[in-house]
């Protein structure tokens, strides 16, 4: 992944219309020299990796408010494999328990940002988990 800018797509799953946080971390992410693609709001799991597919992303990030990662972040994953994604990391952030925390991660989820992580903590995360 070092030879060319670190690709990200950012969406919202579900009928979760609240979109700060991901603009948020699209635009400090873009600004550190990544490629964003940001899908933005109300989209399904298949949209996503679709479009993860379509825009030969690196990661794959979501940001979720309304309590629904549980169940969204299975379909995602199953999407992304489907369609021979395996390679594409997928990280999570907003409001998520700690203690589902490591359930995420033994999902597959390469990493999860809960409330008030630094933006600079994101890409940091992101530019060294790509060298990897």
């Not at 948020?24 to 490629?35: C, I, K, N, T």
């Not at 933005?40 to 979720?64: K, M, P, Q, W």
Request: aromatic letters at 4%.
């Amino acid at each position: 992944m070092a030879e060319r800018p670190i690709r990200i797509l950012i969406s919202k799953l579900g009928l979760d219309g609240h979109d700060r946080g991901a603009k948020l971390v699209a635009h400090a992410l873009r600004e550190a020299g990544m490629e964003v693609v940001f899908l933005g709001i109300r989209h399904t799991a298949a949209e996503v990796a679709e479009t993860a597919a379509s825009e030969n992303v690196d990661y794959v990030g979501l940001s979720f408010l309304a309590g629904d990662h549980m169940t969204l972040v299975p379909k995602v994953i199953r999407e992304l494999k489907d369609r021979g994604l395996d390679a594409v990391r997928l990280i999570v952030g907003g409001i998520i328990l700690k203690e589902q925390v490591p359930a995420l991660l033994e999902m597959g989820v390469r990493q999860v940002f809960l409330p008030g992580t630094p933006l600079r903590a994101i890409e940091e995360y992101i530019r060294h988990d790509a060298r990897q």
